[in-house]
Nanobody, 119 residues
Framework: QVLLVESGGGLVQSGGSLRLSCAAS????????MGWFRQAPGKEREFVSA????????SYADSVKGRFTISRDNAKNTVYLQMNSLKPEDTSVYYC????????????WGQGTQVTVSS
């Protein structure tokens, strides 16, 4: 079980950067694969990025590859998403999520943080 709380969202101009943080409350944070998802108004939720339990394996959606970087600090129970070269189409609510290693889905979700990129 893990409780997730995102922070770091805000308003930024095209080409700017933001760093999102996801703080986890559980003692077993390192047991979870962590991911970031986003959902824009009128759109379905989409995968953004994921990171393995040890942090040695990273995955990105094609739309953000080369611009976003996911990382984690297990000692601090925190996952990060560094977002550079932001575009208006990145505007979404961004959600942190956790998945058990053997799980089929991400079972635990934060409340989300709004990212708005102006043109």
């Amino acid at each position: 079980q893990v409780l997730l709380v995102e922070s770091g969202g805000g308003l930024v101009q095209s080409g700017g950067s933001l760093r999102l943080s996801c703080a986890a409350s559980g003692r077993t944070f390192s047991n979870y694969i962590m991911g970031w998802f986003r959902q824009a108004p009128g759109k379905e939720r989409e995968f953004v990025s994921a990171i393995s339990r040890s942090g040695d394996s990273l995955s990105y959606a094609d739309s953000v590859k080369g611009r976003f970087t996911i990382s984690r600090d297990n000692a601090k129970n925190t996952v990060y998403l560094q977002m550079n070269s932001l575009k208006p189409e990145d505007t979404s609510v961004y959600y942190c999520a956790a998945k058990e290693k053997a799980g089929l889905i991400f079972d635990y979700w934060g409340q989300g943080t709004q990212v708005t990129v102006s043109s």
